[in-house]
């Protein structure tokens, strides 16, 4: 017999279903600013108590949130033992979120690395800007530590290897309907890559468009319903037009279909110097495309079972002419660079199909499966035009293909009126094949060799694991643990060896990583939990064989088979707050951090021939990183129609490698966002000020670049602090027509973010080149039906 799963709008109810460093400083300013605001937004909540309930709706809203990634199924967030942020579609619509860059504007301890476009086809190895949206930094750490999902399907890795790379930036925010950010690790639940956190994507589904349609006379849904959008985002001149159809064949069967199609040129940024030589710090020209599809279709037999045929794809092609790479005048050298081209070419294509099963009197009460295929492809083309000597012609691929299986079940066991568990348990399986390829011409190098940079890899991981969520009066005591295995075997030397001159090797490993949440419910408006986590993350072929050995390059990448997996301990106190004046979550956290994996680390070498640089991938010893968040909202009541609102979000990291005691440099400055709304039944009106602190000397783990080792050294760029405001305004014209205005840097502020510029010399006559956008406007319709 089959029941349906409730999600519980009762917190206070059981489930009625189934050597360290010596801190970094602030800046005195900004330590003062952040101290005050979270002991003012602490201490204003008890003094509300008694105010009369006129918000009461709000305080129900953010109670009522419900996630998915904590657990794996719905759950209040209330319940949470976790700093999660929940992003839903009205409010990627209003912030005018066009790509992963765009949702972490205002996020407390998070950033998108997105630099210039000034990379190299040929020659020295220069990938800067080459991967567009890197991929996501949580809590300082960035990259692979991340781990992406769509619909629980992992999304594509980074990778970057000389002038090559490859972003995370692989899926159409059009198709999304939510997006809940995790902080902190993720590897019970999710596995190797969710080091740092989580970031998952879910999409809509047919219920979700059918919901808001009007209904009919006789009061029922419609069988048919949609969107339309048409959007102009003024940072990049691009054009996004957008379109959502679904609807009810019978009670059984529901699809959906939305599309997207996105036409842009550059980034903008606010350089000035518009020559075309490497002095060049305005945008290199370039033409993006990016089209996207996601279909839907639904099986719901009964109430009590549901099943989801998905099929998605997405292509992102662009074209870039590399004017900061030409050589300027006069051209002294036969090698002189006169231009370089470079063109990408992505797809990712998901099929997926998942299932739910609500039992009773039964073993189990719930039953999810999900099997999925992925396929991606990236390309890297590229040409360099010399003053007289043959243009040189590189040609680069990754593809990442391969399938998924999770199967999870859950049992509600209830002891009596104050006591209850709700155990779940688990089993994961991934075997994804890993290949890369470098082809191309060059025909001053007789030796030139199409090759692969590591052998086609299998990269397979099977896991269980076991959760129990355990409700006793105010307290909810999550523990649970997961068991994994990975393996990398190398499926062919061909390609690879030779040229290379060691054969790659196979490596396997496992890991057990446990964690330990608890929440406990002061009373009805304060929450107060803490949570205890490992994470871990297994090195992939890329980094334990890759390697690079050329006779006209004097440098040398050497494998390194035997890498250890990253490892962590965290830990983190939080406090949530839901009045009805304001809410909050704030949050403390430590991590220590053990094996972390140093990507092409340089061993010695200096670059010439005779002495080449040596680099290798390797693991370092041991790092701290440490911080807090404070995130939410004051609701200052109505005046006349308008309801006013303030959002807000603090956050601060610092971290040190324990070895030397050093500051690591991965480690973002802090950011404080504060907020002014202005909403009616028509008109939502809101102002963001952010506050992004300096990256001074003192919070690098040096002032100089590594290179060159000895005087004189170049010093690193400091980025200074910068005041930024931004605007947004939608009116609902009607029922159905929606319109959207949103300005960003409405002040015009030349600045800079850290994650875009590390590593970039502090007397480079091009650091303009690495500034955010100036003043950039955004509009947007939106057609409902």
């Not at 709706?57 to 942020?85: C, F, G, M, W």
């Not at 790379?165 to 969710?194: C, H, N, W």
């Not at 075309?276 to 719901?300: C, G, M, V, W």
């Amino acid at each position: 017999m089959l029941v349906t799963r409730q999600v519980l709008h009762n917190s206070n109810q059981l489930p009625l279903s189934s050597k360290s460093r010596k801190p970094i400083t602030l800046k005195p300013i900004t330590r003062a600013l952040q101290s005050a605001f979270v002991l003012a937004t602490i201490c204003l909540a008890p003094a509300i108590q008694a105010q009369n309930k006129q918000n009461d709706a709000a305080s129900i809203d953010h109670k009522q949130t419900v996630v998915i990634s904590a657990t794996r199924y719905e759950t209040l967030l209330e319940n949470v033992p976790l700093s999660i942020d929940v992003i839903g579609r009205e409010e990627l619509d209003r912030n005018g979120v066009a790509d992963i860059r765009d949702i972490a504007r205002n996020l407390a301890n998070i950033e998108v690395k997105r630099a210039p476009a000034r990379f190299t086809i040929t020659g020295v190895g220069n990938a800067t800007g080459r991967d567009a949206n890197a991929g996501f930094s949580i809590r300082g750490q960035d990259g692979n530590r991340v781990l992406m999902v769509i619909d629980g399907v992992r999304l594509p890795r980074s990778y970057v290897n000389g002038s090559n790379a490859f972003g995370r930036d692989s899926l159409a925010m059009d198709l999304v309907k939510q997006v809940e950010i995790t902080r902190g690790p993720a590897s019970v639940l999710y596995g190797s890559d969710g080091l740092a956190g989580l970031v998952n994507f879910i999409t809509m589904n047919p219920d979700d468009v059918l919901r808001q349609a009007s209904p009919r006379k006789d009061g029922a849904q419609q069988d048919y319903a949609g969107t339309l959008g048409l959007s102009w985002n003024g940072d990049d001149h691009s054009r996004v037009l957008n379109g959502t159809m679904a609807g009810r064949i019978n009670p059984e069967w529901t699809w959906l279909l939305t599309a997207n199609t996105t036409q842009g040129s550059e980034l903008r940024n606010q350089g000035s110097n518009n020559v075309a030589n490497i002095d060049r710090t305005t945008p290199n020209p370039e033409s993006y495309h990016s089209q996207a599809a996601l279909f839907k279709l639904a099986y719901r037999p009964n109430s009590l079972q549901q099943h989801s045929l998905t099929a998605e794809w997405v292509h992102k092609t662009s074209e870039i002419e590399l004017l900061s790479s030409r050589a300027k005048l006069p051209l002294t050298s036969a090698s002189a660079v006169t231009g370089e081209h470079a063109n990408k070419d992505f797809q990712r294509q998901r099929l997926q199909w998942t299932s739910r099963y609500q039992l009773v009197d039964s073993v189990v009460d719930h039953i999810q499966t999900n099997l999925s295929f992925q396929d991606s492809d990236a390309q890297d083309n590229g040409v360099t035009h010399r003053n007289t000597l043959a243009d040189r012609v590189r040609l680069v691929s990754y593809q990442e293909r391969g399938w998924q299986a999770n199967l999870m079940v859950d049992k509600l066991i209830k002891h009596d009126a104050q006591w209850a568990q709700r155990w779940s348990m688990g089993f994961d399986y991934a075997n994804l094949k890993v290949s890369n390829f470098f082809n191309g011409v060059d025909p001053s190098n007789a030796d030139f060799v199409p090759r692969k940079y590591f052998p086609d890899t299998r990269d397979s991981s099977k896991a269980v694991f076991l959760q129990d969520e355990i409700f006793a009066g105010k307290w909810i005591i999550t523990p649970g643990i997961r068991f994994d295995h990975f393996d990398l075997d190398v499926l062919t030397q061909a390609g690879f060896a030779p040229p290379a001159k060691t054969p790659a090797k196979s490596l396997s490993g496992s890991a057990t990583v446990p964690k330990l949440g608890m929440v406990y419910k002061l009373d009805r408006d304060w929450n107060l939990y803490v949570n205890g986590a490992g994470g871990f993350r297994a090195p992939n072929a890329q980094q334990i064989n890759g390697v690079f050995d050329s006779s006209t390059v004097p440098a040398v990448l050497l494998s390194n088979p035997d890498l250890r997996p990253e490892k962590s301990r965290n830990i983190e106190v939080g406090l949530r707050a839901f009045y009805d004046f304001i809410n909050f979550d704030l949050a403390a956290f430590r991590g220590q951090y053990r094996d972390l994996i140093y990507d092409k680390k340089p061993l010695g070498g200096k670059g010439v021939a005779g002495d080449p640089a040596i680099f290798q991938t390797v693991n370092i010893d041991k790092a701290i990183i440490k911080g807090y968040e404070l995130r939410g909202t004051a609701q200052w009541g109505r005046i006349a129609a308008f309801e006013i609102s303030s959002p807000f979000a603090v956050g601060h990291t610092q971290g040190w490698d324990e070895t030397t005691h050093l500051p690591l440099n991965s480690i973002n400055p802090n950011k404080v966002v504060m907020g002014l709304r202005v909403k009616s039944a028509d008109l939502d009106l809101q102002l963001n000020a952010r506050h992004l602190s300096a990256k001074t000397e003192a919070d690098m783990n040096s002032p100089y670049l590594s290179k060159p080792a000895t005087p004189p050294r170049i010093k690193q760029f400091a980025v200074p602090a910068a005041n930024v405001l931004d605007m947004q305004l939608s009116y609902r014209v009607n029922a159905q027509l929606l319109a959207r205005v949103s300005i960003e840097n409405l002040g015009n502020k030349k600045y800079w973010n850290w994650a875009d510029v590390q590593g970039l010399a502090a007397n480079s006559v091009v650091v303009d080149a690495y500034t955010q956008s100036g003043r950039a406007a955004h509009a947007s319709l939106n057609w409902r039906f």
